[in-house]
């Protein structure tokens, strides 16, 4: 077993990619009872630049750091660190560091993809279960969260190879995502 452990560059880089995402998280805007926002393609950029273990951390650390600033319960923060924490792992196994823009976009779109489904099975568990609202109101609510959802998946989806593709080359120039490496 390979052993890992942060270097200096990794965890400074990941220091930035934590702070990135909370302020992104933070820019968002109210559509059909939910809120659009950008921090997901913050949060694949993070699996993608870090590979999975770190990439997750990045983006769970940062999404769940939101929630708890910002009035969520520990449960939400505990929640949304688990699911982008897995979009992350997910974008970063399909994409294994790879320049390929074709890898990167599936793994972008599989790792968006991810984070919409469990986002919809928490709320569907919560809506029927932890609330017991009447199925009816279970999936109204399911799809005023889904629509959101899907764009902004949609833009991570977009933006993220794109960003990846000016960043990686200069990292890989620069030498840095050789150092970043744990």
Known sequence: MKKTRFN???????????AIIYVVTMFRFPLLGSKVH???SMC?????????????????????????????????????FACKGAMAYVCAVIAQR????????????????????????KTFIFQAFVYAFPMDTVWATMLSKFI???????FAMVVTPVLMRAIFPMLKAT????????
């Open 38 to 40: 950008f921090a997901n």
């Open 8 to 18: 200096a560059y990794t965890l400074s880089f990941m220091g930035v990619m934590i």
């Open 98 to 121: 790879n320049e390929s823009f074709v890898r990167v976009c599936v793994a972008c779109v599989v790792g968006a993809l991810t984070y919409v489904a469990l986002y919809m099975l």
């Open 148 to 154: 959101p959802s899907i764009i902004n998946a949609g």
């Open 44 to 80: 694949l950029l993070s699996g993608l630049l870090f590979g999975p273990q770190f990439g997750a951390l990045a983006a769970g650390l940062g999404s769940a750091i939101y929630d708890v600033f910002n009035g969520y319960t520990f449960i939400d923060a505990l929640i949304t």
């Open 175 to 182: 030498g840095m995502l050789e150092k970043m490496k744990a």
